[in-house]
């Protein structure tokens, strides 16, 4: 039933442009004749006619190889990114983690990033206010959380962004790769907290390529390989036959 479902994709294709450089001297466009002779573009098709139905409370991996289109798909569902043809539709509030820092001012402090990036999110400053001491307290950045981020090392940007998504009270939660930043002490506290919201009944869906990630934490996997779905089932049997194929 409709009610159920968290996202639906419905026979998205999503293309992109490939620019190539014009030759503007004598010399270059000798050169490079054969380059310079073709289109100045062409279309890179990176999802094709994508049927996806994600229920509430499933926790999804989307697997593949590099280029096998699952951050693009992952990008579509947040809406950062639209369909060339097709539609997504997502019912209930969603957060992500998809880039390091996106969302994030560097002059800004840790501290107003967590007000600016929360206020992205929906939150209300009272909201923010709030909840401010449990995010400060989850990153464990200590006095760090008053120095501006672009003083930050990559693990204190996972940190800083990962306290504040999960602390905005979403139904839906995003994160591609995000948890391969960082040291292990601060992985496993994420993935407890993942395993918390799994329990609560937040729908959650996961780009990796950590398959003891997949096995530990997901109920489903979809197995993107060319653009297309190859395979959508239960854990064991997608990561069987994706890594009999390109294991």
């Not at 401010?132 to 003083?151: H, K, M, Q, Y």
């Not at 934490?217 to 979809?222: G, T, Y």
Request: with cysteine; glycine share 6%; hydrophobic share 40%.
């Amino acid at each position: 039933m409709e009610k159920n479902i968290a996202i639906k994709v419905t026979n998205v294709t999503k293309t992109f442009k490939l620019y190539y450089d014009k030759a503007n001297t004598l010399k270059e466009k000798i050169l490079f004749f054969s380059k310079s002779s073709r289109a100045k573009n062409d279309i890179l098709t990176v999802l094709k006619d994508i049927n996806l139905t994600i229920h509430k409370g499933e926790s999804i991996a989307l697997i593949g190889t590099n280029g096998s289109g699952k951050s693009t798909l992952l990008k579509l569902m947040t809406k950062i990114i639209y369909p060339n043809k097709g539609k997504i539709t997502t019912h209930g509030k969603l957060t992500s983690l998809l880039e390091l820092g996106a969302g994030f001012h560097d002059d800004f402090t840790g501290r107003e990033n967590i007000y600016f990036n929360a206020s992205i999110f929906g939150l209300t400053k009272k909201e923010i206010d709030a909840k401010i001491d449990e995010i400060i307290a989850f990153s464990e950045l200590g006095e760090f959380i008053d120095n501006p981020v672009r003083t930050y090392s990559s693990g204190m940007y996972m940190r800083l962004a990962f306290s504040v998504a999960i602390n905005v009270q979403a139904e839906i939660l995003l994160i591609d790769e995000i948890l391969a930043v960082g040291d292990q002490h601060f992985q496993e506290k994420c993935f407890d907290k993942l395993m918390e919201l799994k329990k609560a009944g937040k729908t959650i869906v996961i780009v990796t390529h950590s398959m003891d990630q997949v096995k530990k934490f997901c109920d489903r996997a979809v197995w993107l390989y060319q653009g297309e779905i190859r395979k959508d089932g239960a854990v064991d049997e997608v990561l069987e036959e994706y890594l009999r194929v390109c294991g």
